[in-house]
């Protein structure tokens, strides 16, 4: 009954902006981690953002830092705010909750969760 539901995900020109939702149901998340990860075709999935389980600290990949902000909802909905998009971003991005990624965390086995993904795409 677990689900997390990514939402948002279009296409979008370069420089554009896009703002990705993932809401939670089945239990509140107010204790896990939450993560945006994203892969494009023929590559692995990466991180992209994580938020803490307080909400309080967050982590980026270096390849959006300054770009991308990651937030989150009364422990039911989390939020990555893109802007400044790049043709590299785009990829199908994923909602993920761990409790092990509580503190915050890049890695995906810390993540037992997935929502199944929305596709974001960046024209030139």
């Known amino acids: 009954q677990v689900q997390l539901v990514e939402s948002g995900g279009g296409l979008v020109q370069a420089g554009g902006s896009l703002r990705l939702s993932c809401t939670a149901s089945?239990?509140?998340?107010?204790?896990?981690?939450m993560g945006w990860f994203r892969q494009a075709p023929g590559k692995e999935r990466e991180f992209v953002a994580v938020i803490s389980g307080s909400g309080g600290s967050s982590y980026y990949a270096d390849s959006v830092k300054g770009r991308f902000t990651i937030s989150r909802d009364n422990a039911k909905n989390t939020y990555l705010q893109m802007n400044s998009m790049k043709p590299e971003d785009t990829a199908v991005y994923y909602c993920?909750?761990?409790?092990?990624?509580?503190?915050?965390?890049?890695?995906?086995?810390?993540?037992?969760?997935w929502g199944l993904g929305t596709q974001v795409t960046v024209s030139s």
């Open positions: 089945g239990r509140t998340f107010s204790r896990y981690g």
């Open positions: 993920a909750a761990g409790a092990r990624a509580v503190l915050g965390s890049t890695r995906r086995y810390d993540y037992e969760y």
